[in-house]
Every structure is written in C-alpha cells, then in structure tokens.
C-alpha cells in the first residue's frame, strides 16, 4: 500500500480480531454457520464515495479463511457512486462473516475520511494551495488515518513530534518569546521549523529567528491576505484554525501555499459500506 510500507498490518489484524472475539470464539456464526458452509458476498458502499482501507479489509478475511478468493473491483483513492461494488469474495462463511465487521469498520471510517477530504480539495482546485491534514488522529491509527487523507487527494503535514517543530502558543509562554523559542529551535539543529503566528507583528521576529514556514493561526480572510503580502515568499504559508468546508475556498484564494484541516481526521463521518450476500 502506497506509504505504508512501516504500518504492521499483521500486527493490527490480530489485534483487532482478537478485540472481537475476546477470549472465544464468534459464538453466533459457530452456532448458526455449518463448518463447512460457503458464503460467496459483495462489500459495496451505499453512498457515493472515495474508497480507501480495501487492501487492510482483505488482511482480516485472509486472516482467518487462507483459501478465501478475492476480486477487488477498485483501487482506494477510487471514487465510487452509490451501489457501487468494492469487493467480491466467496470462502468460509463461518471465517468471513467473523472477519465482516472488522473489515467494514476499516473501510467506513478510512473511506469516510478520503470522502471529507475530497471534498476540501475539490473546493479548493484552482488555487495553487495545499490541503494538509493533522495530528488530531485516533491513537494508533494515524498512519492509516493519514493514508486514507492522502486517498482523497490530500496531502499529509507532520506525521508526529519528530520530523518537523512546530512552535505553538503554549513553547512560546514558556521559553519566554517567539525569537527565543525559534532561536533555541535553531541552535538545536532542527531543520524544519514552523511556528503559530497570530497577529502580525509576530511575523519578522519568527523569521529573524530563523522559521522555515509560518502557520497563520485562526487569522480572517483579510489578515492572511496582509501576512501573506508580509511574508512575501520567504517561507511558505500555512493557514489553520477552525477552517469549514464553506470557507476554505475564500481562504486559499488569500494566496497561502498550504491549509491544514484537523476535522479531516477527526470528526470524518464513517461511509456507509455493507457486506451482502452475492445473488444468483
């Protein structure tokens, strides 16, 4: 999968079925389901959506049925109309049906997320400016949650503490002012070093120091336009705070190079995907 080649996704599988199933067994499809029952079923979504988490879904039902076959019908990063079929797969059905919720519950909330994020950058098209995500992701599962936001066309900012700085509100208090906070950021040989501005007057002091992009926190249409007029290409340009989807396009057309959206990640809705079984 496209930059997840770090992601243990055995690791992830096995602890996620084991949550299901706890210290047992699947007791409904064990007392219902025939061992030797075959169950052939579609996954499709019921909305219109980007897809995203179909190779991790097939991981749970590889999982427990070895032999199960496997069609996938798109790639993530696919757009998919509603009704549209994701997989087919026919195996085990005592297998498949206990892997069914885990597989579903990865693709909704994956595919919810490339959805959202779709959205924002086709609201944005034109522009010349960058959607970014966050860190607002569930523990645990930022590098899938940040593979389905690049799914849908987004593109991923820091990916934790430890490839970039990002000098907030709270390190500015602490070390005293943004000069001091930046220079100390520099003296510690941190190459990436972005820092929150929200006013104006705190944009030369941060790139006199030595920042390498400006965040423009919670600024209006007006003050990113000026900041960014300020700056004047010397570093890039990043917009964030409270941004909407019925706001965004006024924001990227102040002429800032990225904007960051936290509720990419965390306030997505899941899509609505099914498994049913196959017809005749």
């Known amino acids: 999968m496209n930059g997840l080649e770090s992601f243990d996704l055995a690791a ?5 079925l084991a949550e299901d199933l706890g210290p047992g067994v699947d007791v409904t ?11 052939e079923g579609v996954m499709d979504s ?15 039902f590889r999982a ?19 009704g549209g079929e994701l997989i087919r797969l026919s195996g085990n059905a005592r297998a498949l049906l206990t892997a069914e919720r885990s597989a579903l519950n990865t693709v909704q909330h994956l595919s919810g997320i490339a959805t959202l994020t779709r959205q924002y950058v086709d609201a944005i098209a034109g522009t010349g400016a960058t ?15 940040k593979y389905a936001t690049r799914m849908g066309g987004g593109t991923n900012h820091r990916m934790g503490l430890w490839d970039a700085a990002m000098i907030k509100d ?17 003296d510690a040989g941190v190459a990436r070093i972005i820092v929150e501005v ?8 941060a790139l006199d120091a030595g920042a390498t992009h400006l965040l423009l926190d919670n600024m209006a249409p007006d003050m990113l336009r000026a900041a960014v007029a300020q700056v004047g290409g010397r570093v890039p340009t990043e917009a964030s705070g409270g941004v909407r989807l019925d706001t965004i ?32």
Not at 46 to 60: T, V, W
Not at 170 to 186: D, F, I, L
Not at 198 to 205: A, S, V
Not at 253 to 271: H, N, Y
């Open 249 to 280: 396009r006024a924001i990227a057309e102040t002429g800032v190079d990225f904007i960051s959206v936290g509720r990419l990640t965390q306030s997505a809705p899941a899509a609505d995907v099914g498994l049913d079984l196959a017809l005749a």
């Open 170 to 186: 709270n390190h500015v208090a602490v070390a005293g002012s943004v000069e001091v906070a930046v220079r100390r950021a520099v």
């Open 46 to 60: 019921r909305d219109a959506i980007i897809a995203a988490g179909l190779p991790i879904a097939e991981a749970f």
């Open 131 to 145: 959607l970014l995500d966050t860190r607002k992701t569930l523990p645990g599962l930022r590098l899938l949650e």
């Open 29 to 39: 499809s064990q007392a219902v389901i025939p061992a030797d029952a075959r169950f």
């Open 198 to 205: 929200d006013r104006l007057d705190q944009i030369e002091p």
């Open 64 to 82: 427990l049925d070895p032999d199960v076959c496997i069609e996938r019908l798109v790639e993530d990063g696919a757009a998919v109309g509603a």
């Open 12 to 16: 992830f599988v096995r602890a996620t």
